[in-house]
């Protein structure tokens, strides 16, 4: 397949006559893509019925005609001002009952059957002006949803919703009260419209009714999305993406996937270094100008699940972004490693965002590939560069990970509601596992909770994972060497209880964890030998081999070489020896790399990225500071 770069273009921001000269740039620079439209709605419809398609007819053919091909995204992420006095109530509610106003974006709730109605409105006419146009190769539905805190509304529209949905799942108030567990304190319900949405409680409200919104929640941006998405199919043969964030884990993305042709994702390395990542002070230093070598390829990784492997990056940073605390820009050569990282995991286009930085508005802190006046930024270098590399490239292929690794979006959620300890956050867990993986000098699969077949990895590893569905459970049966599961993992039932037969009741070990304690950063529970275990650790009883002992003679890690449990939360030299022994026992070679240094393999080829201010010196090779290298993986 022939990998693309893109970029985000927004015409309407830009006086019509420099349109042609910045679509002749766009593919002199190499750049096959223009994503444009998904923050137009005012100038598409600036009062109610009044449609203003023209300029946008003329903006794609503009760009069409100079060989660009169109991504464009349907408008609803922002609503214009008239929305809301048509539908005052459409307005997101946030936990604390305050509506969220007008001046920004993401301003609706996903469950308000008005907006809902005017959002198929304007997709529909959208799909039937431009569903067969040919420049129009791609379609984007919203812009981030999740971003900006903004799955979850507490607003009268949701609380009908929920009722209905709750209704629907439990069928009668006396099922909901048991399946939640509703004697305690007196919280039985006599139907279901007695029931609220779970804010505004005066301590903590039931776990169990907390998981329920979450599910409703995530499922109304599943039906928000599919309903564009039906519209947009109707109209059109171009596939349709999203584009999802970095660490969003408030809806399920596998759902929302499931409806779209392209999973894609917004990477910003170093705002989210500054901003998303629990990492220590030298660590965010050291990769200032170059983010987390992790951070990105762990989405890459989930992405391509998401999509069914099918996915981009919609918007690649190309220099210092404006949203996090300190927004420093890139080292030299990181625009260029990010775009190959992203190929390397397989993407099929990376988009920069945005063209030309915006001299108004909330986003002119933000680079563009060309500066305000139109000279070219340092990052348009680079992505020119990626474009005559990838002309006389062979072609990237993705190939099967060494081992798998599950990332649920229900845990996430299972874990936000009862964290047990203040620091316990299931992205954080596992994303820690990945690292250690990546550190190891492996490729990596990320799986949904439900896979039901795990006969291509050897090594499968499912830490946190807080509940076991019964297809999971059977397909255990398929992985031919060893699943591992981590603290945590099938200690709740679906509906929030403790199982009555104790966690982790994993199928081919006898283990019983008897109690859980966190621990406050300034302790840990020491290890044989030199490890520790931090944040979380359990009390294991069980009759399988010990393969791992804490200093108090409790067993830290147990199983065989079909099952094993993990009962705590090791520091990351620790479980980077754990994983390394797994690797070991299922002849998995692994690698000791630095710790700016990552491998890829894509299938036939073997990348090495260099995500270090300094040269390094690897094998006899040297990778230049913030670079990349590759050669043929035989
Ligand atoms: C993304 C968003 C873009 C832009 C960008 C700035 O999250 O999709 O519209 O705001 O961030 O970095």
């Keep these: 397949m022939q990998r693309t770069l893109g970029v985000c273009y927004y015409p309407e921001h830009w006086p019509e006559d420099i349109w042609p000269e910045d679509a002749r740039r766009m593919q002199e620079t190499g750049l096959a893509w223009v994503r444009i439209g998904e923050f137009a709605w005012s100038r598409l419809e600036p009062v109610p019925g009044r449609l203003e398609f023209d300029w946008l007819d003329r903006a794609i053919k503009v760009l069409g005609s100079a060989g660009l091909k169109v991504v464009l995204g349907t408008p609803t992420a922002t609503p214009p001002r008239w929305m809301i006095d048509r539908h005052p109530d459409m307005l997101a509610v946030d936990a604390a009952g305050r509506p969220r106003k007008f001046g920004s974006r993401r301003h609706y709730c996903f469950s308000h059957r008005g907006y809902l109605d005017e959002c198929r409105r304007i997709v529909t006419l959208l799909a039937e002006r431009y569903g067969r146009n040919p420049h129009v190769a791609a379609w984007q539905t919203d812009n981030e949803y999740g971003c900006h805190d903004t799955i979850l509304s507490y607003s009268d529209a949701a609380r009908g919703a929920f009722r209905d949905w709750l209704a629907q799942k439990y069928q009668s108030p006396d099922a909901l009260n048991r399946a939640w567990g509703n004697v305690f304190w007196s919280m039985d319900y006599g139907s279901f419209d007695e029931i609220d949405l779970p804010n505004m409680t005066v301590t903590e409200p039931n776990p169990a009714h907390v998981m329920a919104f979450r599910r409703f929640a995530s499922d109304q941006v599943v039906a928000f999305n599919r309903a564009q998405v039906e519209i947009i199919r109707r109209y059109s043969r171009a596939p349709v993406a999203h584009n999802y964030m970095g660490r969003i884990t408030g809806f399920d993305h596998y759902k929302v996937g499931a409806d779209l042709d392209i999973a894609s994702w917004d990477s910003y390395p170093l705002g989210f270094l500054s901003d998303r990542l629990e990492a220590d002070a030298a660590h965010k230093a050291a990769f200032l100008r170059q983010g987390d070598p992790d951070f990105q ?287 070991a026992a299922q002849g998995i070679e692994t690698l000791h790399l630095p710790a700016a240094l990552r491998k890829r393999d894509a299938a036939g080829l073997r990348f090495w990225f260099n995500h270090g201010a300094e040269p390094l010196d690897w094998n006899g090779q040297t990778i230049p500071a913030a670079g990349v290298i590759w050669q043929s993986a035989d």
């Design 297 to 583: 390829a762990f989405h890459h990784d989930l992405y391509r699940t998401v999509g069914r492997g099918r996915w981009w990056v919609m918007e690649q940073q190309p220099g210092p972004v404006n949203w996090a605390p300190w927004n420093p820009a890139p080292l030299p050569g990181m625009v260029r490693l990010w775009t190959w990282e992203a190929f390397a995991h397989g993407a099929e286009a990376v988009c920069y965002f945005r063209w030309r930085q915006a001299p108004f508005g909330q986003e002119q802190m933000h680079a563009g590939l060309l500066r305000p006046d139109s000279v070219p930024a340092p990052g348009l270098a680079e992505a020119a560069e990626v474009a005559r590399e990838l002309a006389a490239a062979s072609d990237v292929a993705t190939s099967k990970g060494d081992v798998a690794l599950i990332f649920d979006y229900e845990s996430a959620w299972a874990w936000d509601t009862q964290p047990q300890g203040a620091d316990f956050d299931y992205f954080r867990l596992v994303f820690a596992w990945y690292r250690a993986l990546r550190h190891l000098g492996l490729n990596i699969d990320i799986l949904p909770p439900d896979a039901s077949d795990l006969s291509d990895w050897k090594l499968v590893l499912a830490p946190g994972l807080f509940t076991l569905s019964p297809r999971l459970r059977q397909a255990l049966e398929t992985c031919p060497g060893t699943v591992m599961f981590g603290p945590r993992a099938n200690s709740r039932t679906t509906d929030f209880a403790i199982p009555p037969c104790l966690p982790p009741d994993l199928p081919g070990i006898d283990a019983r964890v008897l109690r859980v304690e966190s621990l406050p950063p300034e302790a840990s529970v020491e290890l044989e030998g030199t490890g520790r275990f931090l944040h979380w650790a359990e009390d294991l009883e069980t009759g399988a081999p010990v393969i791992l002992r804490r200093r108090d003679g409790l067993p830290g890690m147990a199983g065989d070489d079909r099952i094993t449990y993990l009962a705590g939360w090791p520091d990351d030299s620790t479980l980077r020896e754990l994983l390394r022994g797994l690797c």
